[in-house]
């Protein structure tokens, strides 16, 4: 009996361990982590609704706006909307799937429908975002901190030092990590490397434009510094609960 007593309770415990387990030992240093909670992405595109709602646990803003027009900086879309044909020679690309699935990329080796396409040939470009708006992706462009695991930002000397926000993959999940102190892009890439070992890491934009809210259990807490004004935010990425039928 004592032999079936703990049998049983190892094969109802099993799968909260194996759960645990998954999670980075410092999952808990960033934003958010899936691994931790399940969620979905949503980008949005200006007009953006900042409204809170229920369903959401983190908001922050994604790429760059512009500093010459009023408009997302590198190249954006949103399924049937091309928002900004600019491409950039940043090297990071966040796909984002019709059901909220983020993913990745470098930009010359970005994967879809079993295709690789190098974005930064014009032709293979054409075809992407042909093929991803017309299967309902979206996606934004950033500067790319970290490849495949390995640095991909050099050390700068005269670099200057912010807090520092990120968009990251793992071989758990993906999630939002901000960095504890001003540090240059290339030191948050280091301390983003030494505390979760992610597989690719974007830069998020922190400035002027940074918004930040969080879901906690007192309610929304901001999490950023804005300094503009919120109906002019070009982009947000939202993470949120998946809807359940």
Same mark, same amino acid.
């Given at each position: 009996?004592?032999?079936? @007593?703990?049998?049983?309770?190892?094969? +109802?415990?099993?799968?909260? /361990?194996?759960?645990?387990?998954?999670?980075?030992?410092? /999952?808990?240093? /960033?934003?958010?982590?899936s691994c931790q909670t399940s969620a979905v992405v949503d =980008?949005?595109?200006?007009?953006?609704?900042?409204?809170?709602?229920?369903?959401?646990?983190?908001?922050?803003?994604?790429?760059?706006?512009?500093?010459?027009?009023?408009?997302?900086?590198?190249?954006?879309?949103?399924?049937?909307?091309?928002?900004?044909?600019? *491409?950039?020679?940043?090297?990071?690309?966040? =796909?984002?799937?019709?059901?909220?699935?983020?993913? +990745?990329?470098?930009?010359?080796?970005?994967?879809?429908?079993?295709?690789? *396409?190098?974005?930064?040939?014009?032709?293979?470009?054409?075809?992407?975002?042909? +093929?991803?708006?017309?299967?309902?992706?979206?996606?934004?462009?950033?500067?790319?901190? @970290?490849?495949?695991?390995?640095?991909?930002?050099?050390?700068?000397?005269?670099?200057?030092?912010?807090?520092?926000? &990120?968009?990251?993959?793992?071989?758990?999940?993906?999630?939002?990590?901000? !960095?504890?102190?001003? +540090?240059? =892009?290339?030191?948050? /890439?280091?301390?983003?490397?030494?505390?979760?070992?992610?597989? &690719?890491? @974007?830069?998020?934009? &922190?400035?002027?434009?940074?918004?930040?809210?969080?879901?906690?259990?007192?309610?929304?807490?901001?999490?950023?510094?804005?300094?503009?004004?919120?109906?002019?935010? !070009?982009?947000?990425?939202?993470?949120?609960?998946?809807?359940?039928?």
């Amino acid at each position: 009996m004592i032999r079936f @007593i703990a049998l049983a309770f190892a094969v +109802l415990f099993a799968p909260v /361990a194996a759960w645990a387990q998954q999670c980075p030992e410092r /999952a808990q240093d /960033a934003l958010f982590h899936s691994c931790q909670t399940s969620a979905v992405v949503d =980008l949005q595109f200006f007009p953006v609704d900042i409204t809170p709602q229920s369903t959401d646990i983190l908001s922050v803003t994604g790429t760059y706006s512009s500093g010459d027009r009023f408009g997302v900086e590198g190249l954006a879309f949103d399924a049937d909307r091309v928002v900004s044909s600019r *491409f950039q020679g940043w090297d990071g690309i966040l =796909l984002v799937s019709p059901d909220g699935e983020p993913k +990745l990329f470098n930009a010359s080796n970005v994967q879809l429908a079993d295709t690789t *396409f190098n974005l930064k040939r014009q032709p293979d470009r054409h075809d992407f975002v042909k +093929l991803a708006r017309a299967q309902g992706y979206s996606l934004i462009q950033s500067h790319l901190l @970290i490849t495949n695991g390995a640095l991909d930002v050099k050390q700068v000397g005269s670099a200057r030092r912010f807090v520092r926000r &990120m968009f990251f993959t793992d071989s758990t999940g993906w999630g939002v990590y901000e !960095t504890k102190t001003a +540090l240059t =892009l290339y030191d948050a /890439a280091v301390e983003i490397q030494e505390a979760l070992n992610p597989s &690719m890491v @974007i830069n998020l934009d &922190m400035g002027a434009y940074n918004y930040c809210q969080k879901n906690t259990s007192d309610g929304f807490v901001g999490c950023g510094n804005l300094f503009t004004q919120a109906q002019n935010l !070009t982009n947000l990425i939202t993470i949120q609960q998946p809807i359940t039928n």
